[in-house]
């Protein structure tokens, strides 16, 4: 990871121990597997990356508690989101011109809740193909799970369920390699289900 991200990271790790539980490991492993699927021809890393780093920081402004589903948790954690993204990156004098587009992509990156399928947004289409799979990934499976009271089997087919309605308003995969990633994480949590 460049100098740089691993700065971001570093102020964004305090907030996300105050923020939603399980967010320092949801981080933590949307960077780790983005970078392996999409390189940085395909898209502007400076971009994405901070992107990734900071987008659920807006959930340490969020009392204990709340509900992450409800949609208007959904929209002020994106507002604050924005809002401390941007003193984080001023602190670090990151390019004022991607700051602008930091922000406003965190400002969005949860408006698919809102029917929006980020066609005209690539770096948010490769975001929420990551943010949307780490339900499916081993660690988030249980962590979202809790969240909304299911038992894995329900759970498993829950997400299911949710893709279905990604295809149905036509939030795509950026990439083969991303579509097979999370059909081999989907496929791994089945077999966990009769282990
Ligand atoms: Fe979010
Ligand atoms: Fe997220």
Redesign the pocket.
């Known amino acids: 990871m460049k100098e740089i991200y691993k700065k971001i990271l570093e102020k964004a790790l305090p907030l996300y121990e105050k923020g939603r539980e399980g967010d320092v490991e949801h981080i933590k492993w949307l960077a780790e597997v983005i970078t392996k699927y999409v390189n940085e021809f395909e898209v502007d890393y400076d971009i994405l990356i901070p992107v990734v780093l900071l987008?659920?920081v807006?959930?340490s402004k969020v009392p204990k508690g709340s509900n992450p589903f409800d949609l208007d948790i959904?929209k002020f954690?994106?507002e604050e989101?924005a809002k401390i993204s941007e003193e984080i990156l001023e602190e670090l004098n990151y390019p004022k011109d991607k700051i602008n587009e930091i922000k406003r992509l965190i400002l969005k990156?949860?408006n698919w809740a809102f029917g929006d399928d980020f066609a005209d947004e690539p770096v948010l289409r490769i975001f929420n193909n990551f943010?949307f799979m780490w339900m499916a990934s081993e660690k988030g499976f249980d962590i979202v799970r809790k969240f909304m009271k299911k038992e894995p089997k329900e759970f498993y087919e829950q997400i299911n369920e949710f893709q279905r309605k990604n295809e149905e308003e036509g939030r795509k995969w950026f990439n083969k390699n991303i579509e097979e990633f999370y059909n081999q994480l989907m496929r791994e949590r089945k077999e966990g289900l009769s282990t």
């Open positions: 987008h659920d807006g959930y959904r954690h994106s989101g990156h949860d943010d």
